[in-house]
């Protein structure tokens, strides 16, 4: 799930304290033991003296403790916050057998009003924007394999009608299935 930065970037995040990177990584500083998020506010360490997690457990792990200014912790240990990252994988893993939110929600365990406000709290998309976002996603790869034609397609990522999977690929994109083909 979580991407793996090149750490020249990384570190171009720590010392800009650019917020863009929180949580997907964390950084220690060797001489002092604490671990933050890139954007902490806490004096930019040497370069030398910088390293790398993935997440909050390899850090504790390594024996580094969380910074009292960014508390790296906290969110790290947020359960809507997973739950979301849950629900995201679910979505991207399984998007051509969910037929819609409410079969998301089931298979989650909530109702589909906490899923939503799950969404609402933690993304700038809901669940049925990022469910479609992902279909139309893995269709233009269809499109571009050339194997399965547009009707095909449509049913494979597990739109319900071929009216359906043209409405939002147009919407996504600004053109027809065919038209993306070409
Ligand atoms: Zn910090």
Do not use: H
């Not at 604490?34 to 806490?42: E, M």
């Not at 370069?47 to 960014?70: L, M, Q, T």
């Not at 947020?78 to 893993?93: A, G, S």
């Amino acid at each position: 799930m979580r991407k793996s930065f090149a750490p020249i970037e990384m570190w171009e995040a720590v010392k800009n304290n650019n917020s863009n990177y929180d949580y997907m990584f964390y950084y220690g500083v060797k001489t002092t033991g604490v671990f933050c998020i890139p954007s902490c506010n806490s004096r930019t360490p040497l370069k030398d003296n910088v390293v790398y997690f993935r997440n909050v457990d390899e850090a504790i792990e390594k024996g580094f403790r969380p910074c009292k200014r960014c508390r790296p912790d906290l969110i790290g240990y947020n359960p809507e916050k997973k739950l979301v990252n849950e629900i995201k994988r679910l979505i991207e893993t399984e998007y051509y057998l969910l037929k819609n939110v409410s079969s998301i929600s089931e298979k989650i365990g909530l109702s589909k009003t906490q899923v939503y406000r799950l969404f609402r709290e933690y993304l700038k998309f809901t669940p049925k924007e990022y469910l479609e976002k992902i279909r139309i996603e893995k269709a233009c790869e269809l499109l571009e394999d050339g194997i399965l034609n547009n009707a095909e397609i449509g049913l494979e990522v597990g739109f319900a009608s071929i009216s359906a999977f043209y409405a939002v690929f147009r919407k996504q994109t600004g053109c027809s299935p065919g038209e993306f083909r070409d």
